[in-house]
């Protein structure tokens, strides 16, 4: 067993990116990007505009196929899987820009995600047990369109838990948060990893809070990825400082 297969055994990877390279046109938006993700493991993705990190979602996510390389989902290829296959099979994200249906309740809206998951009764609860756990009981009978970016936040994690994940993939979810809020994103995330078996990859750009969320930390540069290790590590490496231009980390 190599050294790497062995931490990887240790760390009972449940999704593994490997040499992922995307292409589009001219550009090179990912040039063999490889990560790996532990069972209930809370790992951040960081990088300036740009990097890559929304694209690496939508290829794990199926949004988007990859030019090369393989995503394997409990050791399984699931590479070029559409997204409602990949959603079934237990992998869930948020959107940057969240996307309810906005003249529909925050109720309906939940209901219509857990519909999309995996066909098994959610892990996490019912519909309005998961508007409960995220903080939107007394807004349930709302339209969507209705929430504040805050709230529409929240709806975009009760959907994606709807769907009974056992991978979640959050793109920026306490931007647009105050700063209480985001406190309970992270405390939020901790407990939902530990309770439901759930392993997370975290973009966010509120640095100082992602760094008390997460275990680990991959950066991204140019589609290339320039650390990784624990967060009080990679903040002071000096290819990530330089990455950001200075300082903008701390
Ligand atoms: N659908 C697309 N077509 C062409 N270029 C794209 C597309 N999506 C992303 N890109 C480019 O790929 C690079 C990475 O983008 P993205 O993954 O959104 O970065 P990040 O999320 O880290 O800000 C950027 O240069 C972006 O302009
Ligand atoms: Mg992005």
Same mark, same amino acid.
């Given at each position: 067993?190599?050294?790497?297969?062995?931490?990887? #055994?240790?760390?009972?990877?449940?999704?593994?990116?490997?040499?992922?390279?995307? %292409?589009? #046109?001219?550009?090179?938006?990912?040039?063999?990007?490889?990560?790996?993700?532990?069972?209930? =493991?809370?790992?951040?993705?960081?990088?300036?505009?740009?990097?890559?990190?929304?694209?690496? @979602?939508? &290829?794990?996510?199926?949004?988007?196929? +990859?030019?090369?390389?393989?995503?394997? @989902?409990?050791?399984?290829?699931? !590479?070029?899987? +559409?997204? %409602?296959?990949?959603?079934?099979?237990?992998? #869930?994200?948020?959107?940057?820009?969240?996307?309810?249906?906005?003249?529909?309740?925050?109720?309906? %809206?939940?209901?219509?995600?857990? *519909? @999309? $998951?995996?066909?098994?009764? *959610?892990?996490?609860?019912?519909?309005?047990?998961?508007?409960?756990?995220?903080?939107?009981?007394?807004?349930?009978?709302?339209?969507?369109?209705?929430?504040?970016?805050?709230?529409?936040?929240?709806? =975009?994690?009760?959907?994606?838990?709807?769907?009974?994940?056992?991978?979640?993939?959050?793109?920026?979810?306490?931007? $647009?948060?105050?700063? !209480?809020?985001?406190?309970?994103?992270?405390?939020?995330? =901790?407990?939902? /990893?530990?309770?439901?078996?759930? /392993?997370? &990859?975290?973009?966010?750009?509120?640095?100082?809070?992602?760094?008390?969320?997460?275990?680990?930390?991959?950066?991204?540069?140019?589609?290339?990825?320039?650390?990784?290790?624990?967060?009080?590590?990679?903040? %002071?490496? =000096?290819?990530?400082?330089?990455?950001?231009?200075?300082?903008?980390? *701390?």
């Amino acid at each position: 067993m190599t050294g790497v297969v062995a931490d990887n #055994a240790q760390r009972d990877t449940v999704l593994d990116v490997s040499l992922v390279r995307k %292409n589009f #046109a001219g550009l090179v938006a990912l040039d063999g990007v490889s990560l790996q993700l532990g069972r209930k =493991e809370i790992l951040g993705l960081i990088g300036p505009n740009g990097a890559g990190k929304s694209t690496l @979602f939508n &290829i794990i996510a199926g949004t988007l196929k +990859p030019t090369s390389g393989t995503v394997t @989902f409990r050791g399984r290829n699931i !590479t070029g899987l +559409p997204p %409602n296959r990949v959603c079934r099979l237990g992998i #869930a994200r948020t959107y940057q820009i969240p996307k309810p249906f906005l003249d529909m309740t925050v109720l309906e %809206n939940v209901y219509i995600a857990e *519909s @999309f $998951g995996s066909g098994r009764d *959610s892990k996490v609860g019912t519909p309005a047990e998961i508007c409960d756990l995220v903080g939107l009981k007394d807004k349930m009978h709302l339209e969507a369109g209705m929430l504040n970016v805050s709230g529409k936040k929240r709806l =975009e994690v009760a959907r994606a838990l709807a769907t009974s994940p056992d991978v979640l993939l959050l793109d920026e979810i306490a931007a $647009g948060m105050s700063p !209480t809020e985001g406190e309970w994103a992270v405390r939020f995330m =901790e407990k939902m /990893s530990q309770s439901y078996d759930l /392993s997370i &990859i975290w973009v966010e750009h509120v640095m100082r809070l992602l760094m008390k969320g997460v275990h680990r930390v991959v950066v991204l540069d140019h589609g290339v990825k320039i650390a990784e290790g624990r967060p009080e590590e990679v903040v %002071n490496d =000096e290819k990530v400082q330089q990455a950001y231009l200075g300082g903008k980390l *701390s």
